[in-house]
Antibody, heavy 119, light 107 residues
């Protein structure tokens, strides 16, 4: 059974930093691209970032480019999102999601970790 | 950036009725479009990929169609568990984008 368990969320002041983690199990982590998708309270889904299987290719939404960094450690089956210079508008539930079959569609999702940016 | 516009924003229907949801892209995404279902307090679930292919375990009452800029998700006969929010997503180019969602509610 595929499991994706996010952690690292919490309350942070504007301008602060957080690192999210997503521990994966139940599949060969290194064989799949991964994504982060977020959802502000009461709002729709917003794609944040993708990373390739090896980690050599990364992609970002314009809203987070230059502030967020996606990475992965295939030896630890873990996906990361380093978030710097956080803003109030980054407040959201952050989901990690697994690529289906090298096509970018996300067929498995974690339950999310909540990030709140507020003073 | 490809903008996806979903309509209607809310669809009020009764169990057993047919639901037709629309997703329009600001430019062609070929067939690189997916549909997701999200229920309150839950993560999204992949329903349809490549515009018309049902994901693993998705019931046959869900079907997708379209290509280019106009796409449709059809639920042939609504079951009680189908009342939820539905999002389309394009994977044709980065940045990946989602539509704003259609809420299917019980009439």
């Amino acid at each position: 059974e595929v499991q994706l368990l996010e952690s690292g969320g919490g309350l942070v002041q504007p301008g602060g930093s957080l690192r999210l983690s997503c521990a994966a199990s139940g599949f060969t982590f290194s064989s799949y691209a991964m994504s982060w998708v977020r959802q502000a309270p009461g709002k729709g889904l917003e794609w944040v970032s993708d990373i390739s299987r090896s980690g050599s290719n990364t992609y970002y939404a314009d809203s987070v480019k230059g502030r967020f960094t996606i990475s992965r450690d295939n030896s630890k089956n873990t996906l990361y999102l380093q978030m710097n210079s956080l803003r109030a508008e980054d407040t959201a539930l952050y989901y990690c999601a697994k690529d289906r079959k090298r096509d970018g569609y996300n067929d498995e999702w974690g339950q999310g970790t909540l990030v709140t940016v507020s003073s | 950036e490809v903008v996806l516009t979903q309509s209607p924003a809310t669809l009020s229907l009764s169990p057993g009725e047919r639901a037709t949801l629309s997703c329009r892209a600001s430019q062609s995404v070929r067939n690189y479009l997916a549909w997701y279902q999200q229920k309150p307090g839950q993560a999204p679930r992949l329903l349809i990929y490549d515009a018309s292919n049902r994901a693993t375990g998705i019931p046959a009452r869900f079907s997708g169609s379209g290509s280019g800029t106009d796409f449709t998700l059809t639920i042939s006969s609504l079951e009680p568990e189908d009342f939820a929010v539905y999002y389309c997503q394009q994977r044709s180019s980065w940045p990946v984008t989602f539509g704003g969602g259609t809420k299917v509610e019980i009439k």
